[in-house]
């Protein structure tokens, strides 16, 4: 598992391997990830949307962005957190994945980037 704070909302991140997939005739390795965003400042958040970067050993990076999480712009009062699970196909055996969430606060409307680790896509049985 990764972690990373950035103006008091921390970001933990873990994976998994789920196997291969054949689409239109070509393999795919898929990963899991399962992200909690945790609120440890004193300010009302809310999650407005995405930005990530996805690297794939075999292929060009992928820019992903997008309206909140899963269909969703979560709030968060202080000590509140949101977990939610996404995947991601790859090409090749090794990846990553990193980016930001923009948020923004209640208080003040004022909007700020979240930056979400890099965190590694890996099959399981590969090490270097």
């Known amino acids: 598992m990764v972690q990373q704070v950035t103006n008091g909302i921390k970001i933990s991140v873990s994976t998994n391997f789920e196997g291969t997939s054949y689409r239109n005739y070509k393999l795919y390795y898929a990963f899991s990830y399962q992200v909690t965003i945790e609120n440890l400042s004193n300010e009302t958040v809310q999650l407005l949307a995405r930005h990530w970067k996805i690297y794939d050993s075999l292929n060009k990076t992928e820019i992903v962005e997008g309206s909140g999480v899963i269909g969703k712009k979560p709030v968060l009062k202080p000590s509140e957190k949101y977990t939610y699970s996404s995947n991601c196909f790859l090409t090749s055996p090794i990846g990553a994945m990193k980016g930001y969430y923009n948020m923004v606060t209640f208080s003040t409307t004022k ?8 965190f590694q896509l890996m099959v399981s049985n590969i090490h270097n």
């Not at 909007?111 to 890099?118: A, G, Q, R, W, Y």
């Open 111 to 118: 909007t700020f980037k979240v930056h979400i680790p890099t």
